[in-house]
């Protein structure tokens, strides 16, 4: 017995499930089918730091626009909901101890300005414009867009007493804060499923595309397999898109990483329950003692400990006023890797990342040996080369991907999904779209733009 549907989508993270929602909620497509072997939310998509940003750099500004799409639509729910996934507006805070980053700051401003961000405010002491403005602790406060960089050194240590003293420059990106994954993805999930979508637990076992087009799937189920026909299939598989793909005979130019995340209780109030996002934008060599140090030098599996670490180091405050968690994150190994579930756990972690942390917010030393028990979890950033996502038609017809979103996926899913809605219902997407299609690597232009990829100012 073949079962049917419209459309059917393999992959039920938040993608995925926005994907279904812009489908069935908004286009009234129906039936419309979200397989995934696992829970909604529980792979990657509940892994994550659960920010959001619009603070995005060139070339172009497909980046910027996508981001402030999904914002508007992030805005509007909340409006909707009374704030039911706890939609913030605190910000990223970049922080520098050198003086040589501060004029990378200053354009980093004006690009992100540039490309539709919002304007850059400078705050250095003397400057006549606008007086800084604090952030909201909840909701999205004043609303604020673009950036303020903080020079004067006064006005850093007024704000944000808690920074290295040596803090020479921060710069606050302000269309930017952080959610409640999980209540965001329930949302969604609950809207899909009343306007018609039925979720099945099970795993896309094949697709019959004879003659070049989507025509049936087979998914596998704890019961048995179970045959659907359908001329539309969505591939938003997080980080198993390389394998669903190879489905349809397609090789996708992605790779994954994995990124892990720390969390531990912070009893001290070192980092202030308000604080936004905050970012150390040095490279660093960890603070050790004299006798750690020696130690670390006696083992070669410990002794890149001592050697100089990335910038990038950043953390926020997790949970209501009254908790006491601190999430902190810090990718220092980038190395391409297969996805394997569970992932790799490094045990020295967790002190890594907060003795990299210790020197953006240097009260967290109090925790040096004595860290309350932390708990770590991550997941993978499955990658395009230049980091921008794969949205839009595959080269066979009805299928469409859903992916490649990287450390991005729960900010860009509002606008992803809205994305592949449009392409799968015969929609003209907007512009900025082309941006994210597989077939722009078709470009000549496209691949010679890719050789100097990352070159811009952007932090």
């Known amino acids: 017995m073949t079962n049917h549907a419209e459309i059917v989508i393999c992959g039920a993270g938040i993608a995925g499930i926005s994907a279904a929602y812009h489908l069935a909620a908004v286009r009234r497509v129906e039936p419309v089918v979200l397989i995934d072997d696992r829970a909604p939310l529980s792979l990657t998509s509940d892994k994550s730091t659960e920010c959001y940003r619009?603070?995005?750099?060139?070339?172009?500004?497909?980046?910027?626009?996508?981001?402030?799409r999904s914002i508007d639509l992030l805005d509007g729910w909340a409006q909707e909901t009374n704030n039911r996934f706890l939609l913030n507006r605190r910000g990223y805070l970049y922080a520098t101890a050198d003086p040589g980053r501060v004029e990378a700051m200053a354009r980093a401003g004006r690009e992100a300005a540039s490309l539709g961000a919002g304007p850059l405010r400078t705050h250095d002491g003397a400057s006549e414009e606008a007086s800084y403005t604090p952030t909201s602790p909840s909701g999205i406060g004043t609303g604020m867009d673009g950036s303020d960089l903080l020079t004067d050194r006064a006005l850093i240590r007024h704000h944000f007493p808690y920074l290295a003293p040596d803090t020479v420059a921060a710069i606050h990106a302000r269309r930017c804060g952080w959610f409640s994954a999980q209540q965001l993805g329930a949302l969604l999930l609950e809207r899909a499923r009343d306007a018609g979508v039925e979720v099945l637990n099970g795993r896309l076992a094949s697709v019959d595309a004879s003659g070049g087009r989507v025509r049936q799937v087979r998914i596998d189920r704890p019961n048995g397999s179970e045959r659907w026909s359908t001329d539309r299939l969505v591939l938003a598989a997080g980080p198993f898109l390389q394998e669903a793909a190879a489905m349809l005979g397609l090789e996708l130019p992605i790779f994954a990483e994995w990124h892990a995340k720390v969390a531990m209780a912070d009893p001290l109030r070192v980092v202030p329950r308000d604080a936004p996002l905050l970012i150390w934008t040095d490279p660093q060599h960890l603070d050790w003692s004299v006798e750690e140090r020696a130690e670390l030098a006696s083992s070669a599996a410990t002794r890149p400990l001592l050697e100089s670490f990335p910038d990038g180091v950043h953390a926020r405050p997790e949970g209501p006023s009254d908790s006491p968690i601190l999430l902190i994150l810090w990718t220092y190994h980038t190395e391409p890797r297969?996805?394997?579930?569970?992932?790799?756990?490094?045990?020295?972690?967790?002190?890594?990342a907060l003795r990299g942390l210790s020197r953006m917010v240097p009260g967290l030393r109090a925790y040096f040996g004595r860290a309350p028990r932390p708990v770590v979890d991550g997941g993978y950033y499955l990658k395009t080369r230049e980091n921008r996502p794969l949205i839009g038609p595959l080269p066979m017809e009805g299928a469409f991907v859903l992916g490649a979103l990287s450390g991005f996926g729960l900010m860009a899913a509002p606008a992803a999904g809205e994305l592949l809605a449009a392409y799968a219902t015969g929609e003209t997407p907007p512009d900025y779209a082309a941006a994210f299609r597989l077939d722009r690597y078709d470009d000549p232009a496209y691949r010679a733009l890719l050789e100097n990829w990352g070159s811009t100012g952007q932090l």
């Open 54 to 68: 619009n603070w995005w750099p060139g070339p172009g500004e497909a980046m910027v626009r996508l981001m402030n």
């Open 338 to 352: 297969p996805p394997v579930f569970p992932g790799p756990v490094d045990p020295l972690y967790p002190e890594v």
